[in-house]
T-cell receptor, first 110, second 112 residues
Framework: DAKTTQPPSMDCAEGRAANLPCNHSTISGNEYVYWYRQIHSQGPQYIIH???NNETNEMASLIITEDRKSSTLILPHATLRDTAVYYCIRWETSGSRLTFGEGTQLTVNP | ETGVTQTPRHLVMGMTNKKSLKCEQH?????MYWYKQSAKKPLELMFVYNFKEQTENNSVPSRFSPECPNSSHLFLHLHTLQPEDSALYLC???????????FGPGTRLLVL
């Protein structure tokens, strides 16, 4: 199984940056790091993905270490609507199977 | 987001009923997926369709029968389900089976 390790829960104050870590120490060279989030009882929402370089889009930034063994998802200015379970997933795009783990429950507090 | 829609959003059915879940994607994608998410469990992939052909069946019981009439529509036909089949059923689509998947809102199913 393609495993990642994430803290089960994190808290963040509204308006502050939320930094969500993910460990993927056994990642192989052709596996991407994908991030999704799931707000309670809704479908998962794609956030961002990357292979080696740091990536940024309108939702978040993804920082991948040079050795690719870990990454951090950054929500620059967290809002209450960012409260969700965040999933870090290793994915080799030659296969269609996205394997979701337990994720990190991020709670943004007012 | 309305790229991937699912109907109904909620469904209650008895064990002897037959019902169908519908998924429609408006993204011009060629691959579609069914996932199951039981309470307090990770998402589990059920079926994959790529260009209308089923390419993966993750050992799903035959009481779940998928149908993909075209690249925009995916159905999950349900019959003689068990209470343990109660879950959130999620549909996703992607440009092809190697690209980023986008999910619908899900159908919350309760089997009595």
């Amino acid at each position: 199984d393609a495993k990642t390790t994430q803290p089960p829960s994190m808290d963040c104050a509204e308006g502050r940056a939320a930094n969500l870590p993910c460990n993927h120490s056994t990642i192989s060279g052709n596996e991407y790091v994908y991030w999704y989030r799931q707000i309670h009882s809704q479908g998962p929402q794609y956030i961002i993905h990357g292979l080696k370089n740091n990536e940024t889009n309108e939702m978040a930034s993804l920082i991948i270490t040079e050795d690719r063994k870990s990454s951090t998802l950054i929500l620059p200015h967290a809002t209450l609507r960012d409260t969700a379970v965040y999933y870090c997933i290793r994915w080799e795009t030659s296969g269609s199977r996205l394997t979701f783990g337990e994720g990190t429950q991020l709670t943004v507090n007012p | 987001e309305t790229g991937v829609t699912q109907t109904p959003r909620h469904l209650v059915m008895g064990m002897t009923n037959k019902k169908s879940l519908k998924c429609e994607q408006h993204l011009g994608h060629n691959a579609m997926y069914w996932y199951k998410q039981s309470a307090k469990k990770p998402l589990e992939l059920m079926f994959v369709y790529n260009f209308k052909e089923q390419t993966e069946n993750n050992s799903v019981p035959s009481r779940f029968s998928p149908e993909c009439p075209n690249s925009s529509h995916l159905f999950l036909h349900l019959h003689t389900l068990q209470p343990e089949d109660s879950a959130l059923y999620l549909c996703a689509s992607s440009q092809d089976a190697t690209e980023t998947q986008y999910f619908g809102p899900g159908t919350r199913l309760l089997v009595l």
